[in-house]
């Protein structure tokens, strides 16, 4: 393995200065690395990989140094316009230190989202003309930064390292700041049973899907109501508005902070055109949880304020039981709205993973809602 203080050294002595990212649990050390040490030029957690590309851009620009970019594999998909639109040798020609996890790297056990990306990314790197080395923890590690590096100078060119499972060695990492006690999985087991029995459910990806999936587990009630976003972060909400205009019941986005973040701009756009049976929760632990615990920026805002703003009315907001328990009524007897909650970081070491395969799951919601159309 690679300890990442030895991994960031390294690059600081080849000249690369400042790091901004989006989270990944392959990267875990690395990220927690970062946020307790903190480069020379400094490290900004980004709300999506394509801004962090900008980012990076925008400080080489400044100070001519390099850049690091770090993103889970699945994060090229925002990062693909910016590289070769704005980075690529035929616009402005900028060079970055690209630093990728790498999910569903074929042959080894991982969730079906990660399947594809993982399949396609030395592919996609190749495509894109970017060089890219499979970072190899034994021994020559430090050439191949030497080497990607070195092609950053000679050609203004982005380089990247392809991570495995396991590359990176443990860091210990503090969690962010969090005064609240209500615990996610109790506010979303208090969500589910207020919004009613007809309600579609579409949740982000990361834990709050999985803690749904076990608490229908744990009540019998199936599956069939819910849309698990298991991967695709950030666009949970478009799937829900896409689904609320196509279904006559209601609809509620069950979303994360980190994902809220990431692509806040559709949420103005389903505010907008939204038909008054979408309802829109979102559950802030001021963290991105489900990769480490690295902090959004989320605590660092007024979230309902930024609701009302996008257009979302009335927007409640809760951070215990019995104010969780008025803003879901507030919001049922709605059409349309916004909920907040604020919840602790933390899950239960017990918590599994979806065990009905995600077409399984589309086609049993599907044959729900073609059920219930019909019945009216």
Not at 270 to 299: C, D, K, W
Request: net charge negative.
């Amino acid at each position: 393995m690679v300890r990442a203080e030895d991994f960031c050294a390294c690059l600081a002595r080849l000249g690369v200065g400042f790091y901004a990212g989006v989270p990944d649990s392959l990267l875990q050390g690395l990220c927690a690395y970062l946020a307790d040490s903190p480069p020379a030029g400094g490290h900004v957690i980004a709300a999506n990989e394509g801004s962090a590309v900008a980012m990076a851009c925008g400080y080489h620009v400044a100070t001519g140094r390099h850049a690091a970019v770090y993103m889970q594999n699945s994060g090229l998909g925002n990062a693909v316009n910016p590289l070769l639109s704005l980075a690529a040798a035929d616009v402005y020609r900028i060079p970055l230190f690209l630093i990728i996890g790498w999910r569903g790297e074929p042959g080894v056990a991982d969730e079906p989202q990660h399947a594809a990306q993982g399949r396609l990314t030395l592919p996609l790197l190749e495509v894109m003309g970017i060089r890219h080395e499979v970072l190899e923890p034994a021994g020559r590690w430090e050439r191949q930064l030497a080497g990607c590096v070195r092609h950053m100078g000679e050609t203004g060119q982005a380089a990247a390292v392809v991570v495995r499972k396991g590359a990176f060695g443990p860091h210990k990492a503090e969690p962010a700041p969090n005064a609240f006690t209500l615990r996610r999985e109790e506010a979303l087991e208090a969500i589910l049973e207020g919004i009613g029995p007809d309600a579609l459910v579409v949740s982000t990806t990361g834990k709050a899907s999985r803690e749904i999936f076990e608490i229908r587990e744990r009540r019998g009630g199936g599956h069939a109501r819910d849309f698990l976003t298991v991967g695709s972060m950030g666009h949970a909400s478009s799937i829900a508005l896409g689904m609320s205009l196509g279904a006559a019941r209601d609809v509620y986005c069950i979303d994360g902070d980190g994902a809220f973040l990431m692509h806040m701009g559709p949420l103005a756009v389903a505010a907008r055109h939204a038909r008054g049976n979408l309802r829109y929760v979102l559950i802030n632990n001021g963290a991105h949880e489900s990769v480490g615990g690295q902090p959004t920026v989320a605590f660092d805002m007024d979230a309902a304020g930024a609701l009302r703003a996008l257009g979302f009315a009335p927007v409640m907001a809760a951070a215990d039981r019995g104010s969780l328990a008025s803003g879901i009524e507030a919001l049922e007897g709605a059409r349309g709205g916004a909920l907040v909650v604020c919840v602790a970081q933390g899950s239960r070491d017990t918590l599994g993973r979806p065990t009905i395969p995600p077409e399984r799951n589309k086609l049993d919601m599907m044959a729900l809602i073609a059920e219930g159309e019909a019945g009216l």
